[in-house]
């Protein structure tokens, strides 16, 4: 890994001070250093043993709703104990001096970022704790009432005891529409911003990614901060190469 030269540091500095609006694309790597897996990295990534297509789509859950739910619900289990690492932290601390600067736009489902006391978090991706319905609610169509979640019939997945409707964690599938309100607050704070600093993503993952072209186009600069190349190196005015944690505090300490 080459070492950051300290005038590309400062450069960015330079940026994030004169910036008023900044915007954060995190993935996974954010989170490496709390020790949560990444999807794609070669040897620890999910994606390196497990298969998307099995796990992350509504054609998997319904083929086997029970492994899908499984593997998810192992993930919340490992996730329950993580903590936010000081790259989450240095942007919750950055939030808490500059009220109303510096936007989080996450594909992460982990709420490490809410954990560490980011407000204002755009979760792109949902969020692995929270429940939904599989289809939309039988009873509520006829009785303009919907099934509560909390009062799922336990199980694995849990079930509507009224109709057989089953709950499915709520995060975004392969092949699925991003939460409409999220994505266009990221679009938003994406096109306003002033620096977009793109942070532990391998950029392969639409429309995610596209908000940093959506920056650059808006006239931001674009940062990557990520130990290894990314999709989206092209798309970046300057690429820090390195963690998550040895960067953001050295960024975001003003
Ligand atoms: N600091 C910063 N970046 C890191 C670190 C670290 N300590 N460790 C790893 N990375 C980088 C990797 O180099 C890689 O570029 O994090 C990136 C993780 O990429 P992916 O595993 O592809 O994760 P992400 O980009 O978040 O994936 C997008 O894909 O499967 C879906 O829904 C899932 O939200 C996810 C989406």
């Known amino acids: 890994m080459t ?9 960015v ?26 999807f794609r990295d070669a040897q620890t990534g999910l994606w390196a043993s497990f298969r998307p ?38 942007l919750a601390e950055f939030q808490q001096r500059h009220p109303g600067r510096l936007t989080v736009i996450t594909q992460n489902v982990d709420g490490l970022h809410q954990k560490a006391g980011s407000t204002g978090v ?33 199980g694995r997945p849990p079930s509507c005891a009224h109709c057989g409707n089953l709950l499915r964690p709520a995060v975004v599938w392969f092949g699925e529409m991003l939460p409409m309100a999220a994505l266009r607050a990221a679009e938003h704070a994406a096109t306003e911003c002033e620096v977009m600093l793109v942070v532990g993503t391998s950029g392969q993952v639409y429309p995610a990614a596209g908000l940093a072209h959506e920056a650059r186009q808006g006239g931001a600069k674009v940062v990557i901060v990520n130990p290894q190349a990314t999709e989206l190196d ?7 190469v390195g963690s998550s944690c040895q960067l953001l505090p050295r960024l975001l300490d003003f």
């Not at 070492?3 to 450069?11: A, E, F, G, V, W």
């Not at 500095?13 to 990444?38: C, D, F, H, M, N």
């Not at 739910?69 to 329950?80: F, I, M, P, V």
């Not at 979760?123 to 979640?149: F, K």
């Open 53 to 90: 297509e099995e796990l992350a789509t509504e054609e998997a859950f319904r083929a086997n709703p029970t492994r899908v739910w499984d593997w998810y619900a192992e993930r919340r289990e490992r996730l329950r104990d993580v903590a936010p690492n000081v790259g989450h932290v240095a």
């Open 234 to 240: 092209d798309v970046a005015h300057a690429v820090l």
């Open 122 to 154: 755009l979760a792109l991706h949902g969020n692995i704790y929270q429940d939904q319905w599989l289809d939309p609610c039988q009873l509520a169509r006829r009785a303009h009432e919907s099934c509560h979640v909390e009062q799922a019939e336990a």
């Open 13 to 38: 500095r330079g940026w994030l001070r004169q910036a008023r609006k900044i915007a954060v694309l995190s993935g996974a790597g954010i989170s490496a250093e709390s020790g949560v897996p990444t």
């Open 3 to 11: 070492p950051i030269s300290d005038d590309l540091l400062d450069q």
